[in-house]
C-alpha cells in the first residue's frame, strides 16, 4: 500500500519569506505527485502534478515542486510567498495505473503574516 | 458552468439517525469518490466508482454506503454505525483512462451528529 509523509502540520511564514513544504511517500513502482491547496472557504484545487519528464514542475501562483526519485520525495517550493498563500497544503501519490486512487498526506496548514 | 454540487453545505442530524449526503457533476467524469476530512487528519478514501453501477470500498468504508445509479450522481448515506460521523466531507471527480488526470473536488458538506 502506498502512503504519504508530510513532514510539517503547521508553519508560520511572514510575507515575502520562502517555502519549502516536504513531502516523501513509500511506493515501489511509478507513481503521479499531486499537490493540491484548500484556502478558507473554497474548494479544494490543484496546485501542480507531475506523472513524467522533467522532474521540475511548475504550477499556479508561482509554485514548483520538485520530484526527486531517489529520495521519494515531492517538496513544494515558493521563493516568496505572500499572505494570500494562507492555506491548507496536501500532497498526493498515486500508483500510475489506470484505476488506482490517490492517497493523501495529512497536510500542512501554512499561515503568512503580513 | 461545469461542476460539483454537494448539498447541503451544513447538516446536523441526531445520533442513531441515517443520514444522505448528495453529490452531483455535470462534468462528465465516470470517475465519482467521497472522501472524510478531519483535522490533521487529510483527506481519507471513504468509497470511489470507477463506473455507473459499480462502487468500492476505500480505506474507511465501515458505516458509509453508497450508489452509483447515474453517471452524475453518487450520493452517500452515513449509517447509525458509523462510530464518529461528525466530519467534513468532500465529493471528488475525475476523467477515467489517464492515471495522472486530476480530481476535482466539490465545495463539501460539513456533518454535525448531536
Not at chain 2, 48 to 69: H, L, M, P, T, W
Not at chain 2, 85 to 101: E, M
Request: net charge neutral; charged share 15%.
Amino acid at each position: 500500500a502506498q502512503s504519504v509523509s508530510q513532514h510539517n502540520h503547521h508553519v508560520i511564514l511572514s510575507e515575502a519569506a520562502s517555502l519549502e513544504l516536504g513531502c516523501n511517500y513509500s511506493y515501489g513502482g511509478t507513481v503521479n505527485l499531486f499537490w493540491y491547496v484548500q484556502y478558507p472557504g473554497q474548494h479544494l484545487q490543484l496546485l501542480l502534478k507531475y506523472f513524467s519528464g522533467d522532474p521540475l514542475v511548475k504550477g499556479i501562483k508561482g509554485f514548483e515542486a520538485e520530484f526527486i526519485k531517489s529520495k521519494f520525495s515531492f517538496n513544494l517550493r515558493k521563493p516568496s510567498v505572500q499572505w494570500s498563500d494562507t492555506a491548507e497544503y496536501f500532497c498526493a501519490v498515486n500508483a500510475n495505473s489506470g484505476y488506482s486512487t490517490l492517497t493523501f498526506g495529512k497536510g500542512t496548514m501554512l499561515l503568512v503574516s503580513p | 458552468d461545469g461542476g460539483i454540487t454537494q448539498s447541503p453545505k451544513y447538516l446536523f442530524r441526531k445520533e442513531g439517525q441515517n443520514v444522505t449526503l448528495s453529490c452531483e457533476q455535470n462534468l462528465n467524469h465516470d470517475a465519482m469518490y467521497w472522501y472524510r476530512q478531519d483535522p490533521g487528519q487529510g483527506l481519507r478514501l471513504i468509497y470511489y466508482s470507477q463506473i455507473v453501477n459499480d462502487f468500492q470500498k476505500g480505506d474507511i468504508a465501515e458505516g458509509y454506503s453508497v450508489s452509483r445509479e447515474k453517471k452524475e450522481s453518487f450520493p452517500l448515506t452515513v449509517t447509525s454505525a458509523q462510530k464518529n460521523p461528525t466530519a467534513f466531507y468532500l465529493c471528488a471527480s475525475r476523467p477515467s483512462g489517464l492515471s495522472y488526470n486530476e480530481q476535482f473536488f466539490g465545495p463539501g458538506t460539513r456533518l454535525t451528529v448531536l
